[in-house]
């Protein structure tokens, strides 16, 4: 709240437009004067100031002496303080301000509280269970499930965690929030008839920005949960980028930029193929991910594509290696290849050989599994038939050297008939044709009937 008022005072003081001039030119030569004495002085008039406009601001007086004070601190703070004295006194005050602020004192919560850790609670997914009692994730498709007993439930989760699809017994699934700063507590059901319900949760969205925690559940007094629910046997995992992720697919408008209120892997061809099929799914999956090359990175490759990140168990998070012994799966879909060649400054030499690379790495982690190499359905015009081309041929060099569980797949292109996402982005009717498609084949592929 202080970060707040001290912006609109701020604009109010000096004006919205005329703040980022005026930080510019602070980078004129300073005055020479006693950095120690100055240092305090200013800290002193930023102080006196903030508790000024604080005492107008509860009485209801005019603003006027509480702005003219943190003017005249901008002032001394421009007149006579180098750039680094500048910046240690922002650093040393927002400081002060922080350690100034108190959160609010809740309400306990009412009602059985289940942690975590608890056994019932079953997950699926790249998790960090470095804390047990606040597992960690970052890829959209993780899944949270348990069986409850009672007539209410309640989600626990870390403030601005994103969002999660939810869904209660047979019900309709529904997207909850956990954008809010402070609070952690959605209620998932309420007034339901008393006796056991299954809830299955799933994070929607990409949360390597968020770092998404899970913290447990509330059931009603005196209720526990159930014997933890049953996973299906059949496995799969999706490698792959913003298709994989839903980028934009609850958006109808192309020109939309990605927001987090339009992505919801939930209505992915992943997340529909395996409900089809009745099958686990696990994701790693980034929107501008590529096999070398990420969203217009430089011809020679990006530092940090699927191959860089595909170890770990969460994205862009070095600290901690994924165990593959924690999920074999049946099959692997690969979907990388678009960010790729999206724009024209790739070596499709280096894609290739990228692509061999890391389809060796997924071969090694999963020696018994079948892995079919996916293309669209993006990809248009030239980059496509290079993309197909490539693709054939690394399946085909495998077969050669004795891998013969290698397999292709191509989606239909999208041509806009079912509208676009955001961001030319497959919509949500494209997904939906997308996990046709590739239901139908994978049921004869893997005998799925």
Known sequence: MIFFWLCLLIDGALGCGHWKNMVQKYNMNAKNTNHFVVFFAVALIFLLSLCRFYISLSTKRRLKPAAGAFTFFIFI??????????????????????????????????????????????????ICFDNPDAPTFTYPGTQI?????????????????????????????????????RDSVVTLATALPDGRH?????????????????????????????????????KIEFIGNSITCGYGNESINRDDPFEYETENHYFTYAAETSRQLDAQHWVVARSGIGVYRNYDGPKTGSKDPMPAQY??????????????????????????????????????????????????????????????????SMLNGKELELARKTLDQIQAEAKQKGDNEVYRFNFTPQTGDL???????????????????????????????
């Open 77 to 126: 703070l421009k007149t006579f303080c180098t750039v680094n004295m500048r910046k240690t006194i922002f650093t040393l005050l927002a400081a002060l301000l922080s350690l100034t602020s108190v959160a609010s004192t809740t309400l306990p919560l009412k009602g059985q509280v289940v942690k975590p850790s608890d056994p019932r609670i079953v997950y699926t997914g790249r």
């Open 145 to 181: 499930m348990a069986t409850f007993c009672g007539t209410s439930l309640k989600m626990v989760a870390k403030p601005m965690s994103g969002y999660f699809m939810a869904q209660i017994d047979r019900a309709e699934p529904f997207k909850v929030s956990f954008n809010a700063p």
């Open 198 to 234: 299954t809830v299955r949760l799933m994070y929607c969205v990409e949360g390597y920005d968020l770092k998404p925690v899970f913290r447990g559940f509330v059931l009603d007094p005196g209720c526990q949960l159930a014997e933890a629910p049953r996973l299906p046997e059949r």
């Open 311 to 376: 170890e770990y168990t969460l994205f862009n998070d070095f600290k901690q290696r994924w165990d593959f012994s924690r999920y074999q799966p049946d099959v692997v879909c690969i979907n990388l290849g678009t960010n790729d060649l999206s724009t024209n400054n790739y070596d499709i030499r280096r894609f290739a050989e990228a692509y061999r690379k890391f389809l060796a790495t997924v071969r090694g982690h999963y020696p018994k599994a079948k892995i079919v190499l996916l293309c669209g």
């Open 419 to 449: 509208f676009y996402g955001a961001s030319w982005h497959p919509s949500l009717w494209q997904h939906q044709k997308m996990a046709a498609e590739l239901t139908a084949y994978l049921r004869v592929l893997m005998q799925w009937f």
